[in-house]
Nanobody
Framework: QVQLVESGGGSVQAGGSLRLSCATSGRTFSRYAMGWFRQAPGKEREFVTLIRWSGSTSYAESVKGRFTISRDNAGNTVYLQMNSLKPEDTAVYYC??????????????WGQGTQVTVSS
């Protein structure tokens, strides 16, 4: 059974940092992109960032320069380092895995989500 398990969410003040992790099991995600989406209350799930098997990355404009995605050498764990957090970053963050470019509509594998709350 394929599983993506997130950890590392929590509450932080504006300007603070958090690091999310996504551990995968059940299959090898080679050739897949992995990334993060987020969903705030009353809003649609939106793309945050992804990393391809090659190591190339993409970011939403709203997080460029503040968030960094990385993966371990085995490709089984993906990390999201979030710095200079803003209240508008508050959302449930979901780990995702699937064919590039990771559309929210077609992603086949999702984690359960982890809450990130940023207070002003």
């Amino acid at each position: 059974q394929v599983q993506l398990v997130e950890s590392g969410g929590g509450s932080v003040q504006a300007g603070g940092s958090l690091r999310l992790s996504c551990a995968t099991s059940g299959r090898t995600f080679s050739r897949y992109a992995m990334g993060w989406f987020r969903q705030a209350p009353g809003k649609e799930r939106e793309f945050v960032t992804l990393i391809r098997w090659s190591g190339s990355t993409s970011y939403a404009e709203s997080v460029k320069g503040r968030f960094t995605i990385s993966r371990d050498n085995a490709g089984n764990t993906v990390y999201l380092q979030m710095n200079s957090l803003k209240p508008e970053d508050t959302a449930v963050y979901y780990c995702a895995a699937g064919p590039y470019p990771l559309s929210a509509v077609t992603v086949p594998y999702w984690g359960q989500g982890t809450q990130v709350t940023v207070s002003s």
